[in-house]
C-alpha cells in the first residue's frame, strides 16, 4: 500500500463517514469517544509494560489497534470542525521547534 498523507487519511475517513445519515458524533461525543479510546490504550500499555497481566478471559486487543482507534477518532473530530490535520501538526511543530527548541538535551549528531 503506497503511503498517504493526513490529508488522505481525513478524505478517506470523511468518505466513510459520509456514507450514514447520522453523520460526525457532535464535539462532546466525540470528546468522549476519544476519551474512552485512549483508556483502552492506557489497559494495554499497562498489560505490555505495567504489573498487570490480562485475564485469561480478555480479548487479545494491541497497541497498534488502539492508536489506530485514536487516530480514528482523531480524525473524525478534525474533519466534524474542519480542521486540516496536516496544518495543525505543522502549527504544533513550529511551537515545538521555538518554543521547546532548547527544553531538551540534543544528541551531539557531529561525533556519530
Known amino acids: 500500500m503506497s503511503e498517504?498523507?493526513?490529508?488522505?487519511?481525513?478524505?478517506?475517513?470523511d468518505r466513510?463517514?459520509?456514507?450514514f445519515k447520522e453523520g460526525y458524533f457532535s464535539p462532546l461525543a466525540m470528546l468522549a469517544r476519544m476519551s474512552e479510546e485512549v483508556g483502552e490504550l492506557a489497559r494495554e500499555v499497562n498489560h505490555a509494560y505495567g504489573e498487570k497481566p490480562k485475564k485469561k478471559t480478555e480479548a487479545d486487543n494491541s497497541i497498534e489497534l488502539e492508536l489506530g482507534d485514536i487516530l480514528f477518532i482523531t480524525i473524525c473530530?478534525?474533519?466534524s470542525l474542519g480542521i486540516d490535520l496536516t496544518e495543525a501538526h505543522d502549527k504544533v511543530m513550529h511551537k515545538f521547534n521555538?518554543?521547546?527548541?532548547?527544553?531538551?538535551?540534543?544528541?551531539?549528531?557531529?561525533?556519530?
Open 77 to 79: 473530530f478534525a474533519n
Open 98 to 112: 521555538t518554543r521547546d527548541a532548547d527544553r531538551w538535551t540534543k544528541i551531539n549528531t557531529e561525533n556519530t
Open 4 to 13: 498517504r498523507t493526513l490529508k488522505d487519511m481525513q478524505q478517506e475517513v
Open 16 to 19: 466513510y463517514i459520509s456514507q
